[in-house]
């Protein structure tokens, strides 16, 4: 595609959500897609490790996997089992700002899959709070602790953060989940899961005045919360000089990493911050696979872009070839990201990574879960119709806007660098 045909993807494209708000709070949208009998449920909770406080770390993942262990109506494991029955498949995941239950199903039992999540919002029991503590103490140590790559990630955030919430785990520090108690994951569900602070997506073979109907029955006599959502009050103060750590572990695995302060999703230059990162990174055509992998010195490399409600991070991981330093992965990279400094991009490029972007957000809505997914995590990070309002703030970027936004984020005031290297 070409600049032009580019724009014209995106004024002519828009996904059409049907929304309602329950007196309660609880935000509904629908997706209508009649193309299979077959329908996606999303339950989406405003609450995240972002949401967590110190000694408490890893609350937010460890509910997760308890809202699966039956209520005062249902018994352990009942919601995945009905799902797999109906030949159904669902999932869950913990964010730094959200929670997320999704399944799967026959668009025939989408009230049934509504009932059980209006059901698990007030009346979960926890009955088995010790056994999946200990599940996620060992997924922990597996992902983490016994991990080079978790480990490098782990360290590089904390160090980057000096003061967000950011800087912790999503999974918890392995100290505050020992130490963990059933009445702090009670107190956590009744805090932050209620409607006012929770999102409802249904997309796929079915009717909004329908869901929306169903909506009212199951969910409409949940009391909203009677005291506000607790505030995330700490903001990040600005980094006023590279911050650099060196980590011995693991014979015979190198990693280096920097990571860069960068805006929250809903900041005017956020799109720009976007576009660089997919120049930087994404994928085998990008500047840092050419000039790392390409050239034999690296074996992987890979970008993280977080977007968050709160100013995150762009990261960059390197793995080097044997016998590649340190210092050579830094000086290749950093000659990369002071190019996109001094020069625009050209336009070949430029259409290059627009036809990619803009390819990579409508094919995220060919699925029935990719379009509750997509659509659910733009409102929730920017607010109602975000999504399509994101394909109209792309046509704003230009080469330049890019180039100022690597002047503004990619400098070395804002850089936060982690080696590790074998133990000797």
Known sequence: ???????????TYKIEIKRHRLANGLCVLVIEDHSAPLASVQMWYKVGSRNEVTGKTGLAHLLEHLMFNGTKRFPPNYY?????????????YTSKDVT???AVIPSSKVETLLELEADRMVNCTFSNFEEEKSVVMEERRLQYENNPYGMFWEYLEALA???HPYRRPVIGWMSDLEKMELDDVLEFYRTFYRPDNALLAVSGDVESEQVFSWAEQYFGDIEAGETPIPEVRTVEPPQVGEKRMKIRRWNGLRIWGA????????AEDYPEVAIMASLIGAGKSSRLHKALVDEGLATE???QLDRTL?????????TPKKG?????????????LDRLKDEPVSDREFTKIMNSIVSGLIFSQESIVGKGMTIASFEVLDGQDAFNRWLQRLLEVTPERIRKAAQKYLVETNRTVVMLEPSE
Do not use: C
């Open 324 to 336: 590649v330093s340190f210092d050579k992965i830094e000086e290749v990279v950093f000659k990369e």
């Open 80 to 92: 995945s089992e009905l799902v797999s029955m109906f030949g159904g498949y669902e999932n869950a």
């Open 259 to 266: 990571a860069f302060h960068i805006p929250k999703f809903s």
């Open 301 to 303: 490399i890979a970008i």
């Open 1 to 11: 595609m070409t600049q032009v045909s580019v724009r014209k993807v995106i004024e």
């Open 100 to 102: 997320t239950y999704w």
């Open 310 to 318: 709160d100013p995150g991070l762009l990261s960059i991981e390197a």
């Open 161 to 163: 953060f000096t003061a």
